[in-house]
């Protein structure tokens, strides 16, 4: 059984679009598993950018793609994402799990107030009803899509979270809703179901998370994070697959560390340098645009991701960015109380943090490789991935994975 469940090191936006999209030619199936429209994959193709929300970013390259139960929908923002992907690939095989819960317009005013009454102790969503979509469905008054069969129960439960939000809906809003639904009728299915079938038979799958393992809601920098399950251990529950389908674990960190909202950055950098890292590295959200607050590499923080996520293998992106930087630092470690402290933790920012520097290395392959090195060495993970441009096929390969 070939699997391979791919998840973000740091923050999110490490840039796992493009090495999913890279990835997703030697699978049959690509698996999405948590978030929802928060997240935008990108990957760049010839002259256009597709940024995928809602489906597998692997969409392109392998056989089948699969938005299972663990996702949470936005209707409208999904029937828009297939009308646009369908230029790229006209034949293509989507399958959406009929127990993923629907974002509403309701989700999305409650994210907002919700926002609003924090006042300074805000998180800084993405506003897209994330959280509370997941709030209803830990609440147990979500609206699934099974529930679209029967627009009577559809109606009840808009009623119900009408009720419990304190938020008026337009009786309308109901029928453009369905709408939405009829368009994407056609690719629900049982995708747990399915799943197991396919790997039983022999079928190879990538597994996607959305978002990084520091904003995960059980592991991340609480309260500043998203509301779904970011890390590997999110992978059993958002597909409804048992854990023996997953053995082999590929992290995504960014050469250097972003972060977008608020919450902790032990290494984050201010004034012109961060401006420069910034704009070398275009780092502003993929789905808000909001500019992304940038730092150093953050050892501490990628060993904890290591840990937490059973990686076996690692891919770095954004070097080619990183070498035009005139000013490399890496944080080795942390100190606290005059303590030294090799591993990131979420719930206390350390005093002190020990840095090493490194040369630019511009197009030298040569200070490249001990970049790359230095990090593999104080992680123990090969690093078999390496990102150096913009591009779809900007990937170096450094190593060979095995599946199985
Ligand atoms: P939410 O997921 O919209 O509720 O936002 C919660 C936190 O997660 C905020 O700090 C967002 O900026 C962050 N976040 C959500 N999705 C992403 C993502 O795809 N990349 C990076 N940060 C994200």
């Given at each position: 059984m070939e699997t391979l469940t791919l998840v973000g090191c740091q923050f999110g936006d490490e840039g796992k679009g493009k090495i999913i999209d890279y990835l997703s030619k030697d699978f049959d199936i690509n698996v999405r598993f948590n978030g929802g429209e928060n997240a935008g994959h990108t990957v760049v193709v010839g002259d256009k950018t597709i940024k995928y929300h809602l489906v597998p970013a692997g969409f392109l390259g392998a056989k089948t793609v699969v938005i299972s139960n663990g996702v949470v929908i936005n209707l409208r923002k999904l029937v828009e994402e297939i009308d646009f992907l369908k230029q790229f690939k006209g034949n293509f095989d989507l399958k959406i799990s009929e127990m993923a819960h629907v974002v509403t317009e309701l989700h999305f005013k409650r994210d907002k107030y919700l926002e609003q009454l924090r006042g300074a102790g805000l998180i800084g969503t993405t506003l897209k009803g994330i959280g509370p979509a997941y709030e209803?469905?830990?609440?147990r008054y979500g609206i699934r899509l099974v529930d679209f069969r029967d627009v009577n129960r559809l109606k009840e439960n808009l009623d119900l979270l009408s009720k419990i939000y304190q938020i008026p809906y337009d009786e309308k809003y109901i029928d453009s809703l369905v709408q939405d639904y009829n368009q994407i009728k056609g690719y629900l299915f049982d995708t747990r179901s399915y799943l197991e079938t396919e790997l039983e038979a022999g079928k190879t799958a990538l597994f996607e998370?959305?978002?990084g393992t520091f904003i995960d809601v059980e592991s991340g920098t609480y309260p500043f994070v998203t509301?779904?399950?970011?890390?590997?251990?999110?992978?059993?529950?958002?597909?409804?697959l048992s854990p023996k389908y997953f053995s082999k674990f590929i992290g995504v960190a960014k050469a250097y560390t972003t972060r977008v909202g608020e919450g902790m950055f032990p290494t984050e950098i201010f004034g012109t340098d961060a401006d420069k890292l910034r704009k070398l590295g275009n780092e502003f959200g993929a789905t808000t645009g909001r500019p992304r607050r940038v730092g150093y590499l953050d050892i501490p923080m990628l060993r904890k991701a290591v840990k937490l996520n059973s990686l076996d293998y690692l891919a770095l992106t954004k070097v080619d960015v990183l070498g035009k930087f005139d000013n490399i630092k890496v944080a080795v470690s942390y100190e606290s109380n005059g303590t030294e402290i090799k591993e990131f933790d979420p719930m206390h920012g350390p005093d002190r943090i020990n840095y090493e520097s490194f040369k630019p290395w511009g197009g030298s392959e040569g200070k490249l490789q001990d970049y790359v090195e230095f990090i593999q060495d104080e992680l123990g993970v090969p690093i078999v991935l390496?990102?150096?441009?913009?591009?779809?096929?900007?990937?170096?390969l450094n190593g060979k994975m095995v599946l199985t």
């Amino acid at each position: 059984m070939e699997t391979l469940t791919l998840v973000g090191c740091q923050f999110g936006d490490e840039g796992k679009g493009k090495i999913i999209d890279y990835l997703s030619k030697d699978f049959d199936i690509n698996v999405r598993f948590n978030g929802g429209e928060n997240a935008g994959h990108t990957v760049v193709v010839g002259d256009k950018t597709i940024k995928y929300h809602l489906v597998p970013a692997g969409f392109l390259g392998a056989k089948t793609v699969v938005i299972s139960n663990g996702v949470v929908i936005n209707l409208r923002k999904l029937v828009e994402e297939i009308d646009f992907l369908k230029q790229f690939k006209g034949n293509f095989d989507l399958k959406i799990s009929e127990m993923a819960h629907v974002v509403t317009e309701l989700h999305f005013k409650r994210d907002k107030y919700l926002e609003q009454l924090r006042g300074a102790g805000l998180i800084g969503t993405t506003l897209k009803g994330i959280g509370p979509a997941y709030e209803s469905k830990f609440g147990r008054y979500g609206i699934r899509l099974v529930d679209f069969r029967d627009v009577n129960r559809l109606k009840e439960n808009l009623d119900l979270l009408s009720k419990i939000y304190q938020i008026p809906y337009d009786e309308k809003y109901i029928d453009s809703l369905v709408q939405d639904y009829n368009q994407i009728k056609g690719y629900l299915f049982d995708t747990r179901s399915y799943l197991e079938t396919e790997l039983e038979a022999g079928k190879t799958a990538l597994f996607e998370a959305a978002q990084g393992t520091f904003i995960d809601v059980e592991s991340g920098t609480y309260p500043f994070v998203t509301s779904s399950h970011t890390t590997s251990g999110g992978v059993t529950v958002g597909t409804g697959l048992s854990p023996k389908y997953f053995s082999k674990f590929i992290g995504v960190a960014k050469a250097y560390t972003t972060r977008v909202g608020e919450g902790m950055f032990p290494t984050e950098i201010f004034g012109t340098d961060a401006d420069k890292l910034r704009k070398l590295g275009n780092e502003f959200g993929a789905t808000t645009g909001r500019p992304r607050r940038v730092g150093y590499l953050d050892i501490p923080m990628l060993r904890k991701a290591v840990k937490l996520n059973s990686l076996d293998y690692l891919a770095l992106t954004k070097v080619d960015v990183l070498g035009k930087f005139d000013n490399i630092k890496v944080a080795v470690s942390y100190e606290s109380n005059g303590t030294e402290i090799k591993e990131f933790d979420p719930m206390h920012g350390p005093d002190r943090i020990n840095y090493e520097s490194f040369k630019p290395w511009g197009g030298s392959e040569g200070k490249l490789q001990d970049y790359v090195e230095f990090i593999q060495d104080e992680l123990g993970v090969p690093i078999v991935l390496i990102g150096v441009g913009e591009k779809r096929d900007a990937i170096e390969l450094n190593g060979k994975m095995v599946l199985t």
